[in-house]
């Protein structure tokens, strides 16, 4: 297995999280926005989800800059569009290859960072490892407003495998 194998695989499986999530709830369980935590449902964050995938897969001039993503509309209030870009992404995913290869990113959470520090020094493998992880973080969103709703959801989804792995060591 090449290293960037393993890296892809774990997000391959997160991405496919949703897939099986989407197509257990309902088109008003995906398209709800109006919950009394978040103002925003389960289609606003795969949309989000998937708008930084395209960001880093889209990067150009190695430079990935997840500021700014397409947000596209119809992935928060399509089912079957939202699978549908996922399987897409999950298709561009296989293809990526070189995870030691230098990029620089750009993540403006706070909205104040220095303009000499605009973009940082990054890797396509350390990309991949963000992606995983930014992704299983809404996931739990996502459960938390599915549960405000009384759907079930997994058990483990929107747990870290890091998570998981440490729970299995504590059950033996």
Same mark, same amino acid.
């Given at each position: 297995m090449k290293p960037q194998d393993g890296l892809i695989q774990e997000n391959l499986a997160a991405l496919q999280q949703a897939v099986d999530l989407? %197509?257990?709830i309902t088109d008003d369980q995906y398209t709800s926005n109006d919950h009394p935590i978040f103002k925003?449902?389960? *289609?606003? +964050?795969?949309? +989000?989800?998937?708008?930084f995938y395209?960001?880093?897969?889209g990067g150009e001039d190695d430079r990935v800059n997840y500021d700014a993503r397409q947000r596209s509309s119809d992935v928060e209030t399509n089912r079957k569009a939202a699978i549908d870009k996922? +399987? %897409?992404?999950?298709?561009?995913?296989?293809?990526?290859t070189h995870p030691d290869t230098k990029l620089v990113s750009k993540n403006d959470d706070c909205g104040e960072r220095d303009p000499a520090i605009e973009y940082?020094?990054?890797?396509? *493998?350390? %990309?991949?490892q963000f992606l995983a992880s930014h992704t299983v973080h809404h996931y739990a969103i996502v459960a938390m407003i599915l549960h405000s709703l009384g759907?079930?959801?997994p058990k483990d989804f929107g747990?870290?495998?890091?998570?998981?792995a440490y729970w299995r060591t504590q059950s033996t």
């Amino acid at each position: 297995m090449k290293p960037q194998d393993g890296l892809i695989q774990e997000n391959l499986a997160a991405l496919q999280q949703a897939v099986d999530l989407i %197509e257990q709830i309902t088109d008003d369980q995906y398209t709800s926005n109006d919950h009394p935590i978040f103002k925003s449902g389960v *289609g606003k +964050h795969v949309r +989000h989800i998937l708008d930084f995938y395209a960001a880093f897969l889209g990067g150009e001039d190695d430079r990935v800059n997840y500021d700014a993503r397409q947000r596209s509309s119809d992935v928060e209030t399509n089912r079957k569009a939202a699978i549908d870009k996922i +399987h %897409e992404t999950m298709g561009s995913l296989k293809r990526v290859t070189h995870p030691d290869t230098k990029l620089v990113s750009k993540n403006d959470d706070c909205g104040e960072r220095d303009p000499a520090i605009e973009y940082s020094p990054s890797s396509v *493998g350390r %990309e991949l490892q963000f992606l995983a992880s930014h992704t299983v973080h809404h996931y739990a969103i996502v459960a938390m407003i599915l549960h405000s709703l009384g759907v079930s959801i997994p058990k483990d989804f929107g747990i870290a495998p890091s998570t998981l792995a440490y729970w299995r060591t504590q059950s033996t």
